[in-house]
């Protein structure tokens, strides 16, 4: 079984700064693919970022190009989610995802994941 737990949301002001962390459990770290989505209330949750098992692939949703980086550590089993240039729309419950696919089209749905963690709130303030 592979368990993940979100750290590193809060608040911060529009154009500012968060890192967001996944640690994830289990001995196969390495050969997952990694996501993150986020969700806001009553609305469906969306694809943000992925990364391959092998780092050496990613996909970044439009909204978040050229501000947000995903990346991992396989030696501390933990993706990581750099958002920088924040703003009031970014605003959300962020998730992470476990994956044994290493399609990038797979990577940026919901189905093509087959763990997920609890989620960790951003908020950005105007």
């Known amino acids: 079984q592979v368990q993940l737990v979100e750290s590193g949301g809060g608040l911060v002001q529009a154009g500012g700064s968060l890192r967001l962390s996944c640690a994830v459990s289990?001995?196969?770290?390495?050969?997952?693919?990694m996501g993150w989505f986020r969700q806001n209330p009553g609305k469906e949750r969306e694809f943000v970022a992925a990364l391959s098992w092998s780092g050496g692939s990613t996909r970044n949703a439009d909204s978040v190009k050229g501000r947000f980086t995903i990346s991992r550590d396989n030696a501390k089993n933990t993706v990581y989610l750099q958002m920088n240039s924040l703003k009031p729309e970014d605003t959300a419950v962020y998730y992470c995802?476990?994956?044994?696919?290493?399609?990038?089209?797979?990577?940026?749905?919901?189905?093509?994941?087959?763990?997920w963690g609890q989620g960790t709130q951003v908020t950005v303030s105007s």
């Open positions: 289990g001995r196969t770290f390495s050969s997952y693919s």
């Open positions: 995802a476990a994956s044994q696919s290493g399609s990038l089209w797979l990577l940026g749905r919901l189905a093509g994941y087959d763990y």
